[in-house]
């Protein structure tokens, strides 16, 4: 018989180690990985119930654990059925309001200098964007960059990065909303959200169930082919400011 558990907020070899140790109380064989970050109790204890595992790996350090109901393929077959019927609308409304209200509001901006009035709704957009979703990872710098480390490339080998990030996107929102180094702005945009579109893809490929931290942890949104959406989308406006 095996249990398996979805881990939150494990970023290198010692935490796996971390949390191998603090799990094998609890079952003959355990097996704990960071990518996908997940542990598997083989033939479990009588008192191996998720409370407490969870209470034991709490302890452990900034970790969350729970288990898993569905395998990873059952995951990704009800990901894309949940798309196909239209539930994924009642799922990402929040996000969709929010960036909704962004595209709204970056209408009332008065084009620069020299920009015609589309250039001048992507970069009101773009500002509105990066300064609204970094204010939301602000809310929660921690378990932003836990959450963050699960999946994007270079957070999981070096956690610090997931602090970084909400500066890195509250800079970029800066830069656009005062017009400062529009083609060095454009470059880091593509490059920066370029790069965190790999790991989500990463995510896709694997059909693994997380969250996606692109609202910090306020709203628990599903990981989905609509964060790749969502980040290659940034680096596509880039790209044509840029090309302008």
């Known amino acids: ?14 935490c796996v180690r971390r949390i191998t140790s603090v799990l094998q109380p609890f079952a003959e064989t355990v097996s704990v990985t960071l990518n996908p970050p ?4 083989s033939n479990p204890n009588t008192y191996a119930t998720p409370a407490t595992i969870q209470a034991a790996v709490m ?19 009800s990901t894309a059925r949940q798309n196909d019927d239209g539930n994924a609308l009642a799922t990402y409304w929040p996000l969709f309001l929010i960036v909704g209200y962004i595209a709204i509001a970056a209408l009332a901006g008065t084009p620069a200098p020299g920009e015609t009035r589309l250039a001048a709704w992507m970069t009101n957009f773009m500002a509105g ?26 957070a999981k080998r070096w956690h610090a990065y997931g602090y ?5 996107e509250l800079a970029l929102g800066l830069a656009y909303l005062f017009r400062f180094e529009p083609t060095w702005t454009h470059i880091a945009t593509i490059l920066l959200m370029g790069f965190s579109s790999l ?18 942890t306020v709203l628990k949104l599903p990981m989905s082919t609509i964060t790749l959406v969502e980040d290659l989308g940034m680096v596509a406006m880039a790209g044509v400011m840029l090309l302008a």
């Open 199 to 216: 790991g989500v893809i990463d995510v896709l490929r694997q059909n693994r169930k997380i969250a996606c931290a692109c609202l910090g």
């Open 1 to 14: 018989m095996e249990q398996a558990y979805t881990v939150s907020g494990m970023h290198c070899g010692a």
């Open 59 to 77: 302890k452990a350090g900034a970790y969350t654990i729970a288990p898993e109901t569905r395998s990873p393929s059952s995951i990704g077959s």
């Open 164 to 168: 970084i990030y909400p500066f890195l």
């Open 38 to 41: 997940r542990a598997v109790l």
């Open 129 to 154: 964007f990066f300064l609204v979703f970094s204010a939301f990872k602000f809310l929660n710098v921690r378990g932003f960059a836990d959450a963050y480390a699960s999946y994007d490339l270079l």
